[in-house]
Each structure stands twice: as structure tokens, then as C-alpha cells.
């Protein structure tokens, strides 16, 4: 079992500090990760402003010259809103960058203001994706790419650099409730990265998992090779004290963030390419804190993670924990203990 942090951070002025601070004090929280043995770190895309980054390939970078042997990775690069040239130029930078520690995660995202922030029609996500992965890859393991494709064109197009890993970085699907991605996921042979949260019922996610790992064997592919990532938020504390004074007053700000910028935003106001997301949008909008920290959540002393971490890797398989550890200005010096606790207390019982 391999454990990573994911960084989905919402930024509040009066707590996170200034950009900069937010910023460096990640990078902090990485190093120290990689000084404790972790596997990797992970960095989403978003346009909402003060969610996420709207270049995770630029923050690899900088992670990339501050730390050595941890792996860096986009979770995920949203491919049907970025120009494919560009991303496979920046990407491979990244890998070049950190000496070949890059972790491609890919996916189409789920916020209608992303798509509408690039002027993208969320209806020819699936299209652009698969065209833009194709050419992605050509890039990376062509000498020279010549492509016509329906948005994208190119004449004996060469990339310098090309990625150092050969013949591509390993490459991650992002599927959470969309069954025909999981089973295109496994065709192809790609890890996968998924949210077994978003199901208030854990055999839906199981269902879907068995659709990937059926699909990987029906194309010659052994599921036992493939990693199944999970995300989660975490706070590793070190008493229950601990939860009421930090992650309880982080879990209310993150999810006060994430409601407004869905009320504001319009974020997921997409019903036809969204119709199968119906139920978690409304409880989304209703969930409870005891609920989060139960269903979303892995927190509670190093005990308890272990025990919860365990049912989960039992339940779904998982070979891969990644963890919000940033989330709702949970202040820096707790994140960094709550991560020292983790490395400390739950990662020996669980390798």
C-alpha cells in the first residue's frame, strides 16, 4: 500500500496568509513528506479562483527543484480544457524538471465553470479527452507527429523536451461515477485515480471497480499490476481535543467554500452531462459535519485512521491513499503534525 497527500487547497485571506505563504507552505508540507517515506504528491486543477491550481504543471516544477525522491503528480490535468500541444510541452518539462518523478493523472472534471471559464461545451468532454490524450501521448514517444483530428491539427510536429521516463510518464484515469470510463480505463491498461466518497452507497463504487478491474482482464491486462488510487480529506490527530480545535472548524470552512462557489459559480449546473451526479449534488448541499468526517473523511487519533484505512482498502481494493491534508486554512503547523502523526502512527501498521 502506497500513501500520497493530494492538494485540492480553498484559500481564505484572513487565514491562509498571502499567496506566497500558501504557496511555500505547501512545499513545506511536501518535503516533509518525502523526509517521512511517503509515496507522492498530487496536485488538482481548477479556474476557480483560490481552489486548487490552474497550473498544477507549474507547481510540479517548483516542487520538483525542492525535494529528490518523492513523485509528483497532476490529479488531474483536465485535458478537454487545455490545449494538448501545450500541456505535453509543460508535462514533460515537469518530468525533465524532477528527473523523472511525474505521475500523469487525467480526467475531464466535473465543474461546469472550468469548461465555461475556457469555453469549452462540457457536452464534447469525452471527444476532446480522448483527442487530446492521443496526441499527448504521440508527442511523447514520436520522433514526429503529424495529427488531424477535429479540433487539432498538426504537421510533423516534434517535441523538445520529451518526457524522461520512456516511453511516457505512467499514466492515471480519473473515474468516480461515469461506468464507461471505467471500463475505457481498463482497455487501455491505465491506473486509476477515484473518489469512493461521492457514493452514499459503497457498492455503487464497488460495482464500478469490478466494471475496471473486468475490463483490464478482458484486454490482456493483470488488475494485480495496476494501482487503484482513493482520495480523501485526512487530519491525523493526536486527541480527540485535537479534532475540535482544527479539523472540525477546517471540514466547516472547506465545505461553507465549496458550497458558495457552487452557488455562485453555477459550478455543476450541467444536468444532461451530469444527470447520474444527482444524488451527490443534494447531498452536498445537506451533508452534515459528523456525516463528512464519517463518509468523506479519514480523521481521528493514529488508531482510528488505521482501522478506518484498512475497512477501506479491504472494501475497495485500494492500493493507492492519497490525502487532502490541506483543506478549509487548517493552519500549516497542524498540517505538518497531523502528517508527522500519520507517517509516525499509521503507515508502519499498514505497509
Known sequence: MRFGLCYI????????????????????????AEALGLDGAWFAEHRVAGFAFGSPALFIAACARETERIRLGCSVSLLPLNDPVRTAEDYAMADVLSHGRLDFGVGRGLYKYDYDIANVPMRESRERFSENLAIIRALWTQDSVTYRGRWTTLENHALGPRPMQQPTPPIWVAAVRTEATYRWAGENGFNLLTAPFF????????????????SLRAHGHDPAMKDVMAV???????????????ADPALRRYQAFTKATDLSRQAYRDPVAYRDWKGFFENRETITLEQMKTERAVIGRPEECVEKLRLLSERFGITYFSFEVNFGALPHDEVMRSIQRFADGVVPKLR
Not at 480523501?232 to 482544527?246: G, K, P, R, V
Open 9 to 32: 487547497p480553498d484559500y481564505h485571506q484572513e487565514l491562509s496568509g498571502s499567496w506566497e505563504d500558501w504557496y511555500d507552505n505547501m512545499i513545506r508540507e511536501v518535503k516533509l
Open 199 to 214: 457514493f452514499t452507497d459503497y457498492r455503487e463504487q464497488q460495482a464500478l471497480l469490478a466494471v475496471y478491474r473486468d
Open 232 to 246: 480523501y480529506h485526512m487530519y491525523c490527530a493526536e486527541d480527540d481535543s485535537n479534532i475540535a480545535a482544527f
